[in-house]
């Protein structure tokens, strides 16, 4: 089998007999992604209601189901009325120390089974296993958002310890949770944050997966008919919270 | 890969005979257009992204060996494994070695045109590896045995009937016609495979060279579920896929779901870097990216080097009056349309796409659609040139038109000779054309109306005017 050294040798041999179609530049790069991030953050926050309004059509575009609460205390409420509306009985959440809040106990007495992943340290293989089991069989996941996009309504979310991939995958239900921290304009911002957050040595929680979710699950390949949750959620929720989610 | 039992010919007399199928393909393609045209509309930065993205897709090729050496150290450093296939042989070898390394029993798919390409699944299965495509329309398509018509859209030329039929053989049981309960039925179906499967098989829209990271767009969750599922994660990536940066990466994503399917963005965007992390409950133990040259390497410097740019949006198939008629399965291989012409020529050489070649009216339309704006018809006319020059156009055809430019370039010859047409013409002539030839000239006028020679030539009518000017 080829080696690195030979397979690269030869795109080197073919590169040399050409100096390309026309002159052409890849895409201005930030020289110090982590600055300019916290710089865009601050002039961000001076004009986040404008973006949250933009980011409210755009989800609602792509199908999803937008909720504002003024503090994190309303935000059971209103999972536990997703939830019964749709006969949900068991949600998993990120843990705690990934969302902000901890609502485990009021989930659960209002009638919605719910377990938080662990924050860290993820044990033997039979408890992975086991969370495994409970995610896949969970009707609701609640999970954080990392970035809400006004652009295409997207939400970016970064996996971790206690922030499982899955949380906004496996169950038919995502409910998500986010605050003016969150909120970004454009695609183009997004790119600056991916930058940023590789810049350096990730922090000691960050996992192996970022994902951009816009709307639902879907599908369209039988006869173009449009048909939601086809492998991840039928629906998304995202639910703003006036107050903060850290204070 | 190919399906050349049959030529081209047949290929695409038989699709045009299929109603059903141009139903769908004129229903498929009009829906995509439209969707496309809206979504480019209502972004005014469109037209400056495309121009963006196309530079950047050269800057990269310019320096295709740093990206990729970057690329590689940073997968490795994350704890994945990089291999390297010449060949497509090579890539099966590679994949083949992995599965049973990992004892691998089932694999799960995610929509990979680089995986169809090297004809994976047939390997797996002789390997004892059950593969299960798990896009809705690939996995309808794996059920009936067949091979994508559309590059986003695989099953287009199937009825819902038809997928009920399959799903109730598949099942044994009664399944009704309806999309919703098809796909309901396929998504119980398929996250059991999800659950149980050891390996994970993906593509890879992009990769960033400056983070090491992977990237697969889908809309249906397939590829979260393959890269967080399984034990083992294989992605497999055309050389060319590489971008040097998020920066870079954020641009075609700007685009590429607005020519694909007119969304802003599909609804998943994956980022995947390396295996699982340490605190982390799910991702792949291991992760191994193949990187494949199949037949790419060589056109850095040759003539089809811009359909390297490729984004694989589909956008080129809507918009072909000839793809629009005869659909993904006439043209024979992998990849369809106006694009898939010049991908089958860079995995096959060119004499592989001799007919197809001319399966284009040149009528430009796929370079208009193109997110990067690729020249298809120029590389088209240089493909048909390699072939002239090559000599595999029919020997026939060859001298009746060798001939045929000596007439038209000798005046006087051509004056002699008009008159001897006229007389040979006459048992062929219908309506003013010439419709049926005989021997192997019928090939010919098969599908194409020749104009009768006029009974008086330009020439001897202006003889006649000037005569009759002078009186």
């Known amino acids: 089998m080829t080696d690195r050294a030979t397979f690269l040798g030869r795109i080197r041999t073919e590169m040399r007999k050409t100096s390309g179609l026309f002159p052409a530049t890849t895409a201005p790069r930030p020289s110090h992604p982590r600055l300019i991030a916290d710089t865009l953050r601050r002039e961000l926050a001076e004009r986040w209601r404008d973006t949250l309004e933009r980011f409210r059509t755009e989800f609602e575009r792509v199908g999803g189901v937008y909720h504002r609460v003024s503090t994190a205390a309303d935000v059971p409420d209103v999972v536990l009325g997703i939830a019964h509306e749709r006969q949900a009985r068991a949600a998993i959440t990120w843990h ?46 609640v999970t954080g958002v990392d970035l809400a996009v006004a652009e295409t309504g997207s939400l970016v979310l970064l996996s971790g310890s206690g922030r499982p991939r899955s949380t906004s995958l496996l169950p038919p239900y995502h409910v998500a949770v986010f605050d003016r921290e969150a909120l970004v304009e454009s695609l183009g911002q997004v790119g600056v944050f991916l930058e940023a957050w590789h810049d350096g040595e990730p922090a000691a929680w960050r996992g192996g997966a970022i994902n951009v979710i816009t709307g639902p699950s879907r599908t369209a390949d039988i006869e173009l008919t449009l048909t939601r949750g086809v492998h991840g959620p039928k629906e998304v929720h995202a639910v703003f919270v006036d107050g903060g989610l850290r204070g | 890969m190919s399906e050349l039992s049959t030529p081209f010919r047949e290929r695409a007399a038989h699709a045009l005979d299929d109603r059903f199928l141009q139903q769908a393909l004129t229903i498929a393609t009009t829906k995509f257009i439209g969707l496309r045209r809206e979504a480019f509309d209502a972004f005014p930065d469109g037209d400056a992204l495309r121009d963006r993205a196309r530079q950047i897709k050269e800057a990269t090729l310019q320096r295709l060996d740093e990206h990729l050496e970057q690329l590689i150290d940073n997968v490795e450093r994350l ?99 309806d999309p919703e309960e098809l796909t309901r039925i396929a998504r119980a179906e398929l996250r059991q495979k999800f659950l149980d499967a050891d390996l994970g098989i993906t593509g890879a829209n992009f990769a960033v060279a400056s983070t090491g990271t992977v990237v697969l767009v889908t809309n249906e969750g397939n590829g979260r579920m393959v890269t967080s599922l399984p034990r083992v994660h294989v992605a497999v990536m055309g050389v060319e896929k590489v971008v040097p940066s998020m920066t870079d990466l954020v641009v075609f994503l700007a685009i590429l779901a607005k020519s694909a399917t007119g969304q802003k963005l599909s609804s998943y965007t994956t980022l995947v870097q390396g ?78 796409v001799k007919d197809l070649a001319h399966a284009s009216s040149l009528c430009g339309a796929c370079a208009e659609a193109c997110p990067v704006r690729i020249d298809i018809p120029r590389m088209l006319i240089e493909l048909r040139k390699g072939n002239v020059e090559r000599a595999v156009a029919p020997g026939p055809e060859q001298v009746v038109f060798k001939t045929f430019a000596r007439l038209l370039t000798r005046p006087a010859l051509y004056r002699l ?29 098969r599908t194409r109306d020749l104009p009768a020679i006029a009974s008086r030539t330009f020439s001897e009518r202006w003889r006649d005017l000037e005569r009759e000017g002078r009186r």
Not at chain 1, 97 to 104: V, Y
Not at chain 2, 282 to 308: K, M, S, T, Y
């Open chain 1, 96 to 141: 705690p120390s990934a969302l902000g809040t901890d609502w485990r106990a009021a989930l659960t007495a209002g009638g919605l089974a719910t377990t938080a992943m662990p924050a860290a340290g993820v044990g033997p293989p039979g408890e992975r296993q086991a969370l495994r089991d409970l995610i896949a069989a969970a009707d609701l996941g």
């Open chain 2, 79 to 177: 704890g994945g494994r990089v291999h390297y296939a010449d060949t497509a042989d090579d890539a099966r070898r590679i994949i083949l070695d992995i599965a049973r390394r990992t004892g691998a029993r089932l694999a799960v798919k995610s929509k990979s045109m680089a995986t169809e390409e090297i004809d994976l699944n047939e390997a797996l299965l002789h390997a004892g590896v059950t593969p299960v495509e798990t896009d809705l329309g690939e996995y309808i398509i794996q059920l009936a045995h067949e091979r994508p018509s559309h590059i986003i859209a695989p099953a287009i030329h199937k009825t819902k009937g038809q997928v009920a039929e399959l799903f109730a053989r598949e099942l044994k049981r009664e399944v009704a016609a």
């Open chain 2, 275 to 352: 295996p699982r992390r340490a605190g982390e409950l799910e991702g792949p133990d291991e992760f191994h990216l193949v990187l494949l040259d199949n037949g790419r390497v060589r056109q850095i410097a040759g003539e089809l080097r811009e359909a390297l740019y490729c984004l694989r949006c589909g956008a080129c198939l809507n918009v072909c009056p000839v793809y629009r008629q005869i659909g993904g399965h006439a043209y024979g291989y992998t990849y369809p349309g106006p694009i898939g012409i010049l991908l089958t020529a860079m995995l096959h050489g060119g004499g592989a």
């Open chain 2, 417 to 445: 000779v008009a008159p001897v047409g006229r007389l040979l013409q006459r048992p062929f002539v219908r309506g003013g054309g010439i419709r049926r030839l005989p021997l192997f000239f019928g090939e010919w006028t």
